[in-house]
């Protein structure tokens, strides 16, 4: 079942939200940019993270509230906060407007458990690039809930976690 945006906002599972009456679609919530960085070295990963390794990003600067993305990808912090309840899981998708100026957000789930930042990856495809403000809407975050409450949640290294 995918909840309603009544319901997220009932449980208090998106912080740190805008204008609401904005942010609020029928059954999700849209999250705003924060930062856009490009990635400044490799990063290695493998099976058991013993030797997982994080790629470094740089931020890229605001100038006045805009800033123009050349085609490539990107990684973006989102100016929203999650709570995930053991019997949940949370999703983000891309707004359309995106696809329509030749733009795809990728992300990965958020765990029952997980508490913390939002982030995903942003391919700019369209040859002329893409022209992005500060706070602009670009994902939508929406709720599935689990068949059953889970016993343990997310136990990672990104738990309540500041993206550096």
């Known amino acids: ?3 309603t945006s009544k319901k997220i906002v009932n449980s208090v599972l998106i912080h740190n939200l805008g204008d609401m009456t ?3 679609q ?8 924060k930062k856009i960085c490009l990635w400044k070295s490799a990063g290695e990963i493998d099976f058991d ?3 997982r390794k994080l790629a470094l990003f740089e931020e890229i600067p605001w100038s006045s509230d805009k800033i123009h993305l050349k ?3 990107y990684f973006v912090q989102f100016e929203e906060f999650i709570t995930v309840p053991l019997n949940l899981v949370g999703f983000l ?3 359309s407007t995106l696809m329509r100026n030749g733009v795809v ?3 990965s789930l958020f765990d029952p458990g997980y508490s913390g ?4 990856v942003l391919y700019v495809i369209n040859p002329h690039g893409l022209n992005i403000k500060r706070g602009a809407r670009i994902a939508q975050c929406l709720f599935i809930q689990t068949e059953e409450k889970l016993e343990n949640g997310y136990k990672g290294i990104y738990q309540n976690k500041p993206i550096e």
Request: no cysteine.
């Open 71 to 73: 085609s490539g990808g």
């Open 93 to 95: 998708y891309p707004r």
């Open 117 to 120: 930042p939002m982030s995903a």
């Open 1 to 3: 079942m995918i909840l």
């Open 105 to 107: 957000l990728d992300s």
């Open 49 to 51: 993270n013993k030797e």
């Open 22 to 24: 904005i942010q609020t």
């Open 26 to 33: 029928s059954v999700g919530m849209d999250l705003r940019v």
